[in-house]
């Protein structure tokens, strides 16, 4: 599992200062769709491109950073969490070399675990600011997948899974305060993608009861 000692470095071009004196108070996790994680990180440093992440892990756990954490790496792209639009200005964002078609590797999730722990540390982000690009884009993006073990994550209090307690509440309101756009037309289904995947049909007393309990626990941490 690497130490910050270990990581490796390859910078990329594409990145800028973050805007309004904000700092990282999110971390949007994704994957990366290409081939190998060296393909995307030549994507990721390409001018051309005009993309980038901070991190890029690939299956073996190696980890590669590519745009210093203070600065406003181009992964977020169009999409807004908590009613902010400007995501890349307030996240970290960290690339997992993967199709999203298949499971992500032991080294790989431990690499993530490892890095997670440091983010979090250095900026003060709680498991509730450890999100998929699917949370904070729905409909434009679906990484990190129904592959991706959040709940794994949240085992270890690196992102946040509801609880089994009861709650009685409105789907909308509760999934609103946890920081879904719920002008997005495609929000429910990126909720249900990530907490729900199984399920079928409307939203019903469960998506409910999840999204309660959701709040919840972000609240507690």
């Not at 910050?4 to 990366?32: A, M, W």
């Not at 769709?33 to 991190?55: F, G, K, R, T």
Request: with cysteine.
């Amino acid at each position: 599992m690497p130490s910050k000692t270990d990581i490796l470095h390859q910078p990329s071009p594409n990145f800028g200062e973050r805007r309004d004196g904000q700092r990282p108070e999110l971390i949007v996790i994704h994957y990366t769709a290409m081939d190998s994680a060296q393909a995307a990180i030549d994507w990721l440093c390409n001018p051309e491109a005009e993309v980038s992440a901070h991190y890029v892990i690939a299956p073996d756990g190696h980890v590669t950073q590519l745009v210093a954490e203070e600065m406003r790496a181009w992964h977020a792209g169009v999409g807004s969490w908590q009613g902010q639009s400007d995501v890349n200005s307030r996240s970290i964002g960290i690339e997992l070399s993967n199709k999203g078609d298949h499971p992500f590797s032991a080294k790989q999730m431990d690499a993530l675990e490892v890095l997670l722990r440091g983010i979090k540390k250095r900026w003060g982000i709680g498991p509730d600011g450890v999100i998929g690009h699917s949370d904070m884009s729905p409909g434009r993006k679906i990484d990190p997948g129904p592959k991706f073990d959040w709940q794994r994550l949240a085992r270890q209090e690196l992102a946040i899974w509801p609880d089994q307690g009861n709650a009685d509440a409105d789907w909308e309101s509760c999934a609103k305060n946890v920081g879904y756009d719920l002008e997005n037309p495609n929000c429910f289904a990126a909720f249900r993608a990530r907490f729900r995947p199984w399920a079928e049909g409307p939203c019903d007393a469960e998506d409910a009861r999840i999204a309660a309990r959701l709040g919840l626990v972000a609240r507690r941490d």
